[in-house]
């Protein structure tokens, strides 16, 4: 019933000598050394062993393997300077054209051309953007000075406008062409989108990586490749 408790019962304590033998068997039960007669302990102890065994082998390869990582941490951590970290590609076979305001290159001038996203490993490391050679061109004589240039955030990676000037071409068109080799900070190890962008100093319709008439492009779009590249660099 409850919260009864029951009369307390005497314990008698009883000094066994030892061996133990059962008196209606005469029996060896426990032995002088305190053994248990009949029971074999070596398989249980056999196991016991090769288990310790194999968490001993556990404990050294993690202790190797946590001795690897540090090894391979500090050699990422220490590259020599100069040394190629990663290096990344960008494919587009985009044929752009954009009406553009006439302002010098800028994270927000001009149109984009095509954009691919870039996560340096390092803060301290030095990132290189080359590009295959790209043709910028007016569609008609307005103005003057296609450019191309690379952004990223609101910050300006580089630019150019290496132009040879309308007089060599037909009805004073202006046409260039360009290529990236632009060595720049790395930001950090955020992932930011790298932006190429086109423009020129008029206010006029621009096109790039584009043909400059329609009447003889029998090359199809997917040909028209242009690549991008983003080489990390220790410093």
Not at 155 to 163: A, D, E, H, K, R
Not at 220 to 226: D, R
Request: hydrophobic content about 35%.
């Amino acid at each position: 019933m409850p919260g009864y408790t029951g009369a307390k019962g005497s314990v008698t304590h009883q000094r066994v000598t030892l061996p133990f033998v059962d008196a209606a068997t005469n029996n060896v039960i426990i032995r002088e050394d305190g053994t248990l007669a009949g029971v074999d302990f070596t398989p249980i102890n056999s196991q016991i062993a090769s288990i310790q065994n194999q968490i001993n082998s556990i404990e050294e390869d993690i202790t190797s393997l946590d001795t690897s990582i540090g090894v391979v941490e500090d050699a990422v951590e220490n590259l020599p300077p100069g040394h190629v970290v990663q290096v990344f590609n960008h494919k587009t076979t985009t044929r752009a054209s954009a009406n553009v305001d006439g302002s010098a290159p800028g994270w927000d001038k001009g149109g984009s051309f095509t954009t691919f996203s870039f996560t340096p490993h390092y803060s301290t490391s030095k990132l290189l953007l080359t590009s295959t050679t790209i043709n910028v061109q007016q569609s008609s004589n307005v103005g003057d000075s296609p450019w191309l240039c690379a952004v990223y955030d609101t910050t300006l990676i580089g630019s150019m406008l290496s132009y040879p000037g309308h007089v060599h071409w037909q009805s004073n068109l202006d046409l260039t062409f360009v290529s990236f080799n632009h060595l720049f900070d790395s930001w950090g190890i955020d992932t930011k989108t790298i932006d190429i962008r086109f423009g020129s100093w008029s206010t006029e319709t621009i096109k790039c990586n584009a043909p400059s008439t329609s009447t003889y492009d029998y090359v199809p779009t997917q040909y028209h490749e242009q690549c991008f590249t983003v080489m990390e660099i220790s410093q």
